[in-house]
T-cell receptor, first 116, second 113 residues
Framework: DTGVSQDPRHKITKRGQNVTFRCDPI?????LYWYRQTLGQGPEFLTY????????KSRLLSDRFSAERPKGSFSTLEIQRTEQGDSAMYLC??????????????FGEGSWLTVV | GDSVTQMEGPVTLSEEAFLTINCTYT??????LFWYVQYPGEGLQLLLK?????DKGSNKGFEATYRKETTSFHLEKGSVQVSDSAVYFC????????????FGSGTRLSIRP
């Protein structure tokens, strides 16, 4: 079990460019989450997948953001036409499905995005 | 809606001091409660958790007790070390279709040698 892995760890991009982040969850975890964290703040929920189905999206997820999990394994988060306000750390997390109260959500190390 | 409020930082203590970081929550259901820790440049690591009232979570000398009557989950450690310097996040999770975790804003802890 190698944990949740994210790629790239760091990305610097010019405003207006598109960026894509990848997340590989812990194997056999069918729940996958994306969060965004800005400096000095706690992580904020963006979206959630149960297997390949995207079941919930936060209002923070503008129409420039799209997330996919095509085969219920890895996931991608794409940001189109990046803006400076998109600069943040994007965290991916996974957990087993419900059934056990207090199931732990495991986080990756995050992908830092800097828009210049 | 569900939310977590935690003590604002930064908190600066001397090594071997006693630590308390306050955390209170508001939840529509019956949440599980968590403390996560984030070391500089790293992601979030689960520190401890409690899933029902009066449960005590503990790990690495840290403890927190789930107090339903006061809707609190304060983090404590009897003797902090320099290596405990990090940002600590209190969080809750209500079992639902998404069961997402909701975080507080974090408390930065710095320990002086």
């Amino acid at each position: 079990d190698t944990g949740v892995s994210q790629d790239p760890r760091h990305k610097i991009t010019k405003r207006g460019q598109n960026v894509t982040f990848r997340c590989d969850p812990i194997s056999e975890h069918n729940r996958l989450y994306w969060y965004r964290q800005t400096l000095g703040q706690g992580p904020e929920f963006l979206t959630y997948f149960q297997n390949e189905a995207q079941l919930e999206k936060s209002r923070l997820l503008s129409d420039r953001f799209s997330a996919e999990r095509p085969k219920g394994s890895f996931s991608t988060l794409e940001i189109q036409r990046t803006e400076q306000g998109d600069s943040a750390m994007y965290l991916c997390a996974s957990s087993p499905s419900s059934g056990v109260r207090g199931n732990t959500i495991y986080f990756g190390e995050g992908s830092w995005l800097t828009v210049v | 809606g569900d939310s977590v409020t935690q003590m604002e930082g930064p908190v600066t203590l001397s090594e071997e001091a006693f630590l308390t970081i306050n955390c209170t929550y508001t939840a529509t259901g019956y949440p599980s409660l968590f403390w996560y820790v984030q070391y500089p440049g790293e992601g979030l690591q689960l520190l401890l958790k409690a899933t029902k009232a009066d449960d005590k979570g503990s790990n690495k000398g840290f403890e927190a007790t789930y107090r339903k009557e006061t809707t609190s989950f304060h983090l404590e450690k009897g003797s902090v070390q320099v290596s405990d310097s990090a940002v600590y996040f209190c969080a809750l999770r209500v079992e639902s279709s998404a069961s997402k975790i909701i975080f507080g804003s974090g408390t930065r802890l710095s320990i002086r040698p």
